[in-house]
């Protein structure tokens, strides 16, 4: 689930700006989140499905929150102008290619769980998709 998407920052910056997000973050409570519904984005002709996620007592908003504030007083941010949305991305229609029909599929069925760290992630892009490389993590709650 991505908190923040900071786009192009110089390398030297990832140091500062793992410490801007996760220094605030540190001591909040881990999200309890589930997967509730499967969604298509946008609902007609979707470019991409995604997992709806409950994010139970709202602690995955705050999470994002606290660091998009921490991260645009930092000026590393600007904040985006739509609410925060918890989800995991699961496909997308490539590029160029013709949206898809929108599915019609129950979410899976899994167990509540707990997302306990924030990593600070670069997006290695290629004509074959994204690869992501965890360059700094911190474990929420402590």
């Known amino acids: 689930m991505t908190l923040v998407f900071l786009g192009y920052l110089p390398e030297k910056k990832v140091a500062e700006v793992a410490q801007t997000a996760f220094e605030p973050v540190r001591g909040l409570a881990a999200p309890e989140l589930s997967v509730r519904a499967v969604r298509p984005v946008p609902a007609r002709d979707p470019r991409l499905f ?3 996620l409950s994010d139970v007592d709202g ?3 705050a999470v994002q929150a606290v660091a ?3 991260l645009a007083s930092a000026r590393f941010y600007k904040p985006e ?3 925060f ?3 995991v991305t699961f496909a997308r229609v490539k590029r160029g290619q013709r949206r898809v029909p929108p ?3 129950e979410p899976p069925q899994l167990e509540a769980f707990e997302a ?3 990593v600070l ?3 290695h892009l290629s004509p074959r998709g994204a690869r992501y490389e965890a360059l700094e993590t911190v474990r929420l709650g402590l």
Request: glycine share 4%.
């Open 50 to 52: 995604a997992f709806d």
């Open 59 to 61: 602690r995955a908003g």
């Open 68 to 70: 998009s504030d921490a």
């Open 81 to 83: 102008k739509r609410q």
């Open 85 to 87: 949305w918890p989800h």
């Open 103 to 105: 599915i019609d599929a």
């Open 116 to 118: 306990t760290d924030v």
């Open 121 to 123: 992630y670069r997006s």
